[in-house]
């Protein structure tokens, strides 16, 4: 079965060699290319990792290839939004994921990785929600501090941002538009309002 591997560590100091060798020397896949970068996967985002996004678009350019190989599941996304969007989307192109401290493939049909595959969704979900509630726990407590302390909160008074701005800072939203995702979903994974959504939307149909 034909596959790629895509590996990473955090910092130029630490080696790659490891992680390919573990994963080639397992039986049952025939590998066809390696992807491998040097980038912390807390700081830099999804989009702006070359590596990741070059093995995503050769596997989507190449569906001979069947399987992505990781080390880990934590080589994939920079927080769990990433990876449960990851996920998803290799679910919806019936691409199988082979996580090798785990020793599972991911969308494999095997009765037995399914169940592994449900559980680790599952709880990959449950930290995306736990980090978007302490995400707001900690911009509400912010928001408080600052009030407590006299300053202003929010957007200057008479301030307004331009549509440039304000889709530059919104380009994980427009990704998920583009992918068809319902709103419901690019708030879970994105941790903002409807209201920012909508008017994302908005401003790219004024660009089309």
Same mark, same amino acid.
């Given at each position: 079965?034909? *596959?790629?591997?895509?590996?990473?560590?955090?910092?130029?100091?630490?080696?790659? #060699?490891?992680?390919?060798?573990?994963? &080639?020397?397992?039986?049952?896949?025939?590998?066809?290319?390696?992807?491998?970068?040097?980038?912390?996967?807390? *700081?830099?985002? %999804?989009?702006?990792?070359?590596?990741?996004?070059? %093995?995503?678009?050769?596997?989507?350019?190449?569906?001979?290839?069947?399987?992505?190989?990781?080390?880990?599941?934590?080589?994939? +996304?920079?927080?769990?939004?990433?990876?449960?969007?990851?996920? &998803? $989307?290799?679910?919806?192109?019936?691409?199988?994921?082979?996580?090798?401290?785990?020793? @599972?493939?991911?969308?494999?049909?095997?009765?037995?990785?399914?169940?592994?595959?449900?559980?680790?969704?599952?709880?990959?979900?449950? !930290?995306?929600?736990?980090?978007?509630?302490?995400?707001?726990?900690?911009?509400? #407590? +912010? @928001?408080?501090?600052? $009030?407590?302390? +006299?300053?202003?909160?929010?957007?200057?008074? +008479?301030?307004?941002? #331009? $549509?440039?701005?304000? !889709?530059? &800072?919104? $380009?994980?939203?427009?990704?998920?538009?583009?992918?068809? %995702?319902?709103? *419901?979903?690019?708030?879970?994974?994105?941790?903002?309002? %409807? *209201?920012?959504? #909508? &008017?994302?939307?908005?401003?790219?149909?004024?660009?089309?």
């Amino acid at each position: 079965m034909k *596959s790629v591997i895509y590996t990473r560590v955090s910092s130029q100091g630490q080696g790659l #060699s490891r992680q390919i060798n573990d994963i &080639k020397k397992v039986e049952g896949f025939e590998v066809v290319k390696v992807f491998s970068e040097k980038v912390s996967g807390f *700081s830099v985002k %999804m989009e702006d990792r070359k590596q990741l996004q070059a %093995m995503l678009r050769y596997v989507t350019e190449n569906p001979d290839i069947k399987v992505i190989q990781v080390h880990e599941i934590s080589r994939l +996304g920079r927080n769990t939004f990433e990876t449960l969007a990851l996920l &998803k $989307k290799f679910e919806e192109q019936r691409i199988m994921l082979y996580i090798h401290n785990l020793n @599972i493939t991911l969308n494999a049909g095997n009765p037995k990785d399914d169940i592994f595959s449900k559980l680790i969704v599952t709880i990959v979900s449950d !930290l995306a929600r736990l980090e978007s509630e302490q995400l707001s726990a900690r911009i509400r #407590s +912010g @928001i408080q501090e600052r $009030k407590r302390q +006299g300053l202003h909160t929010g957007r200057l008074v +008479g301030t307004i941002e #331009s $549509k440039e701005k304000f !889709l530059a &800072k919104h $380009k994980d939203i427009q990704k998920y538009l583009v992918q068809g %995702m319902s709103y *419901s979903e690019i708030k879970r994974l994105c941790r903002c309002g %409807m *209201s920012t959504i #909508s &008017k994302v939307k908005e401003h790219l149909a004024e660009k089309a």
